[in-house]
């Protein structure tokens, strides 16, 4: 037997060696960002402690059609007649609950209030959170039923939202003039930082390699045609809105992704930083100071 045909036999033998091992190593790569993307999709979730009633406010369970054939299920809590509407979308892992006692303070003043949950917070099945991606979707479906309540008025309409939320809110108030006033609590430009964050804070993981990684798989699983984790905001549109950013110490990388935003919105926005950004369980003066300061600003921008 020549060389050459020995050759390509150790090299035969090799492949088929070392295929099984290289099939094995990349079928478990893939199973551990698939279960990381899973886990930071599925945020653990605890159900409302309250309703509206607790705090005696008047409300009624309504359900809202999503772009996307899922119901969105929220309260709607009437204020004055003709008084703006607010939206209030509390973030990823939160629920309606957490939302409530901004709504105490903000009915107080005669605002008409709408409040719902994200994607994959809900304690309604609402399948997974997609970072952001069709958030926006949701929020829109969320604003045309706000539009169309007689008590509120449609050309004065306000959003709080949070993270997720927050993002929805800028994304759709873009192309919707009548939302004249935004509070951005812990807002960000791009899912795929939203991402990102989610899977250092959940699992302490900050290599580039594990976030590309996640991100294709994440794309892979719950992007749609034409949807992209790193579709830029429509800033320019947004100028003219009365719009407060809120960072929180808490959350370092998300309030750095806040104040990255912050600074491309001309002319430049309100931005407040407070030790703690909202968030499931925000309790005592820290959430009445917080929910005074959001009062304010839509008392002030509102009319």
């Known amino acids: 037997m020549g060389q050459h045909s020995q050759a390509k036999l150790q090299f035969g033998k090799f492949i088929r060696t070392i295929f099984p091992a290289l099939a094995i190593l990349l079928a478990g790569v893939l199973i551990v960002l698939v279960l990381l993307v899973y886990r930071v999709t599925h945020p653990e979730t605890a159900g409302e402690s309250v309703d509206p009633s607790f705090h005696l406010l008047p409300a009624l369970d309504v359900t809202i059609p999503a772009a996307d054939a899922k119901d969105i299920h ?4 009437p204020g004055l007649r003709g008084a703006p509407g607010i939206i209030l979308a509390p973030g990823y892992g939160m629920n309606r609950a957490d939302a409530l006692s901004l709504a105490v303070c903000l009915r107080a003043k005669g605002f008409n209030l709408l409040i719902y949950d994200q994607r994959g917070s809900s304690v309604f099945p609402r399948g997974a959170s997609t970072m952001g991606l069709h958030e926006a979707d949701d ?3 969320v604003l045309n039923f ?3 309540r007689p008590e509120s008025n449609p050309s004065s309409i306000g959003i709080w939202g949070v993270d997720v939320g927050a993002h929805a809110a800028l994304k759709v108030a873009a192309s919707a003039p009548e939302i004249r006033a935004i509070a951005a609590d812990s807002a960000f430009e791009f899912p795929s930082d939203f991402l990102d964050y989610r899977i250092y804070e959940d699992f302490g993981l900050s290599s ?3 976030k ?4 294709q798989m994440f794309e892979l699983l719950y992007a749609r045609q034409g949807f992209s984790l790193r579709q830029p905001l429509s800033i320019e549109a947004l100028s003219d809105r009365a719009i407060l950013f809120i960072r929180g110490e808490n959350r370092g990388q998300l309030a750095r992704l806040t104040a990255a935003l912050y600074e491309r919105i001309h002319p430049q926005k309100e931005m407040i930083t407070l030790k703690a950004a909202r968030s499931h369980l925000m309790v005592g003066e820290e959430l009445r100071d917080y929910d005074r300061r959001i009062t304010s600003f839509f008392q002030s921008n509102l009319r």
């Not at 929220?74 to 809590?77: E, K, L, S």
């Open 74 to 77: 929220a309260w709607w809590i």
């Open 139 to 141: 929020m829109a479906s």
């Open 146 to 148: 706000l539009r169309n």
């Open 212 to 215: 590309f990684g996640c991100r």
């Open 208 to 210: 580039n390699i594990i």
